[in-house]
């Protein structure tokens, strides 16, 4: 009897010293786990302050370059905003008396940004641009339960529940690709690239358009100087049109080649006249031929010189 009562009083002491044991083992965990709740949430703190003070700068300085909100915003969501900024800056403080910030062509910019991405895309935009923040994080909640079970047992079951808990975010950048940002289109346009590049296409263009390459007076003189010029001048608009797209990047010495090779194309064709390729943007709409009626009434010896004439040009 006397060892009985030993024996059970050996296991309630056992018993006692066990869950005390758990008990202040279940209370250090506790304690850790608020020491990392604590300076995690400080951390994250931390980094949605630096990131909010970031993007409300980034989105300040595009307002100030006139780069409107929602161009802005889809720009942030690619990661693109920082470096188009970064770049707009050096090119203001540069001191080259020939590159300045194109107003015009920021304007543009901004039209073609956002009208190359799906509307619900840009609305996504301007939520994680503008919206950026912390959520309510609903695998947090474990953590508190964890924090305040009472026993081992539920102490390990919000753990576990934590540990399956999907984490989630505010704001998720919308997914929008990156684009191929002209930089070419943000600046004035350099008007001795243009006259350069205009002459150089003039010189390639020579013989297909009747002319001849004068030394003496470093120009070509052409036959139908109207015609030529005025074609010409479409393909100079074609070169500035494409050089200056703002989301498409493209070698200059490439778009030349492109012009040149079309314009010889058009001139190629037995039907065409230099008139007929000079009347039309040629770049957008197909030369027509002219027609002669045969049937219609016979022109006088006048307008037969008018005609036998446009049809050499």
Do not use: C, W
Not at 205 to 223: E, M, P, W
Not at 291 to 301: A, E, K, N, R, T
């Amino acid at each position: 009897m006397v060892t009985g009562t030993v024996m059970a009083g050996a296991f309630f002491g056992n018993l006692a010293d066990t869950m005390k044991e758990n008990r202040e083992y279940l209370k250090a965990k506790q304690g850790m786990l608020q020491d990392y709740m604590l300076k995690a949430g400080f951390q994250e703190r931390a980094k949605l302050k630096e990131a909010r003070a970031e993007r409300a700068k980034l989105l300040a300085e595009a307002d100030k370059f006139h780069i409107d909100e929602e161009a802005a915003a889809v720009l942030y969501s690619t990661g693109q905003l920082s470096s188009t900024i970064g770049y707009l800056k050096k090119i203001e403080q540069s001191e080259d008396p020939d590159k300045k910030i194109n107003k015009t062509g920021l304007k543009r910019f901004s039209e073609a940004i956002v009208a190359s991405v799906p509307p619900e895309k840009v609305g996504a935009a301007m939520k994680y641009a503008f919206s950026l923040g912390a959520a309510e994080d609903p695998s947090s909640d474990k953590l508190v339960e964890a924090i305040h079970a009472t026993s081992l047992d539920e102490y390990d079951e919000a753990i576990s529940a934590f540990m399956k808990t999907p984490q989630t975010t505010s704001a998720v950048a919308p997914n929008i690709s990156v684009f191929d940002i002209n930089k070419r289109a943000l600046v004035d346009l350099d008007l001795t690239d243009i006259a350069a590049t205009r002459k150089n296409m003039e010189r390639q263009l020579a013989a297909q358009l009747g002319g001849q390459y004068n030394a003496a007076q470093d120009k070509v003189i052409f036959t139908n100087p109207q015609a030529a010029d005025r074609i010409i001048d479409r393909a100079e608009s074609e070169y500035i049109k494409q050089v200056t797209d703002p989301i498409t990047s493209r070698s200059p010495n490439i778009v030349v080649d492109e012009i040149v090779n079309k314009v010889v194309s058009l001139v190629a064709a037995p039907d065409l006249t230099l008139r007929n390729i000079a009347d039309v943007d040629f770049f957008n709409t197909m030369p027509q031929p002219t027609i002669i009626d045969p049937g219609g009434p016979i022109p006088s010896s006048a307008d037969q010189d008018i005609i036998k004439k446009n049809i050499e040009l």
